[in-house]
């Protein structure tokens, strides 16, 4: 089933997106904005322990990745990352990650030797200087902390040859019996937008409170977060800043109601686990817990949130360098002080296969539909009844999203995996749904770990992709 609970999770500033371009594997969703697509959640296991398993099935331990760095064209996108070293005493873990960019050493090292006339000392002693050349490297150091049984701290830096800035990141995770605290401090924190786009929040500060999931469905959270200093963009000039990272404080709280329907489902039975053969009897599990059932359901999750800003920002601040933030560009939309809205979504799934044989015993479609925003959809109709026109941009929140899912077995515990995200929403000369985000993935799901896998996925509209080890990621 798809992670409805996302429908939630994204109006906060929690939400963990995968992401090459930093050394934990770990981008911030900008709160408010559209849902992101299923396939994009970052793992839940640091990436620093990812990389202590995934070496193991890489020659040399070497995980490769790949990201754009845009003021950086010549370092390109290949980067190889890999664990450095790692110690754990009585339950402190530190690890040591190391990456490094080999475009720009072999162009340097290539037009080296060509310009070259002979073969001498000298030449292997300049060509070897390109090897210190600090941004075709980055390290970063992450240590997680038992505090009690039930807390804990993750501890992380890192800093990156071809950037000014260190990141350095905070978090304290507490457990109570119902809910899960989670206290989280960054210096710079780092967000993705629905299109795509990064941006650097100089100080990222934020409290948050989840309850866990009752039997009933019922779901809640709140949380109080605090951005100062003026945000960068990271890979363009021109962009304009999203509402929800102006410096201001803003207490949040969410609330949702989620039931599933089994419209038919097949229970797995003794038979499908034990295989008699002439040998003896076997034992043969899905190769992942959570497909084990062939089935049809639908789902649903309807919710509501509010929010209020301890100072209100207006506008949306233009990154362009060169302007100071007096003179910044403001834009028509503005951030209120208090905002309410109710958001739903709704979920068809369909699953053919118990995942155990070899060939032809997974294939898997989800398709929610998401209402982000019942105000703005309602603003939205009424202005076309109205036949109403406005100068403003159009709500990205006013249009529903549809999301499609398929999976299909490769062999064995291979799958196959797109993600994608259409707008039901028509402009002039476009009508009908338009393709807005797309994530291809292979998954090799870990028998082992009844619900674990490594999974490769590759984003076009953002040209990244990555390795992760996710488990249970229900």
């Known amino acids: 089933m798809a992670n409805l609970r ?41 990436r620093v322990q990812q990389l202590s398993v995934l070496g193991n099935g890489f020659p040399l331990g070497i995980i490769p990745s790949f990201s754009p760095t ?87 830096s890192e800093k990156h040859g071809e950037r000014k800035r260190r990141q350095t990141k905070a978090v304290l995770f507490h ?28 100080e990222s500060i934020s409290v948050d409170c989840s309850s866990l999931i009752s039997e009933s469905g019922l779901r809640y959270r709140f949380g109080i977060h605090k951005n100062s200093g003026r945000p960068q963009s990271v890979d363009s000039v021109d962009a304009q800043t999203p509402l929800a990272l102006l410096p201001g404080v803003c207490a949040k709280a969410a609330f949702s109601y989620q039931k599933s329907k089994d419209l038919w489902r097949q229970k797995e039975t003794k038979e499908d686990v034990i295989i008699e053969t002439e040998k003896g009897q076997f034992w043969r599990p899905s190769y992942d817990i959570r497909l084990k059932d062939p089935h049809a359901a639908i789902s649903g999750i309807i919710g509501g949130t509010c929010m209020a800003w301890a100072s209100a920002g207006s506008g949306s601040l233009s990154v362009n360098p060169t302007q100071d933030v007096e003179r910044s560009s403001l834009g028509p939309q503005s951030r209120g002080r208090f905002r ?80 994608s995200k259409f707008s039901l929403d028509s402009t002039p000369g476009r009508h009908g749904p338009q393709l807005e985000d797309l994530i291809y993935s292979l998954n090799y799901s870990l028998r082992i770990l009844g619900s674990g896998k490594v999974v490769a996925w590759y984003s076009p509209r953002r040209k990244e992709g990555m390795v992760e080890l996710r488990l249970f990621e229900f």
Request: proline share 7%.
């Open 6 to 46: 996302t429908a939630m999770d994204a109006a906060f500033w929690d939400l963990n997106i995968s992401t090459p371009q930093a050394l934990d594997g770990v981008s911030k969703a900008v709160p408010g904005d559209p849902v992101p697509l299923d396939g994009a959640r970052a793992s839940r296991a640091l």
């Open 70 to 156: 845009p003021n950086h064209k010549e370092l390109g996108s290949f980067a190889l990352q890999s664990l450095l070293g790692n110690v754990d005493i009585g339950g402190w873990w530190v690890g040591l990650i190391g990456q490094f960019r080999p475009k720009k050493l072999i162009s340097s090292i290539k037009a080296e030797v060509c310009a070259a006339e002979e073969w001498e000392l000298p030449l292997l002693k300049d060509a070897a200087k390109h090897f210190l050349d600090k941004s075709l490297y980055a390290i970063g150091l992450c240590s997680l902390i038992p505090l009690t049984s039930s807390s804990s701290l993750l501890l992380s």
């Open 175 to 202: 457990k109570l019996p119902d809910h899960d605290i989670t206290l989280e401090a960054a210096w710079p924190q780092l967000f993705i937008g629905h299109k795509g786009k990064y941006w650097e929040v100089p």
């Open 340 to 419: 309410a809205d109710l958001f739903g979504s709704v979920c068809c799934t369909f699953q053919h296969g118990k995942f155990r044989n070899l060939f032809g015993d997974l294939t898997r479609i989800d398709a929610p539909l998401d209402i982000l925003s019942t105000s703005a959809l309602a603003q939205k109709v009424s202005n076309i009844f109205r036949s109403a026109r406005s100068n403003r941009p159009p709500n990205e929140l006013s249009s529903p999203k549809f999301n499609l899912i398929y999976q299909q077995q490769v062999v064995g515990p291979v799958v196959f995996r797109v993600d």
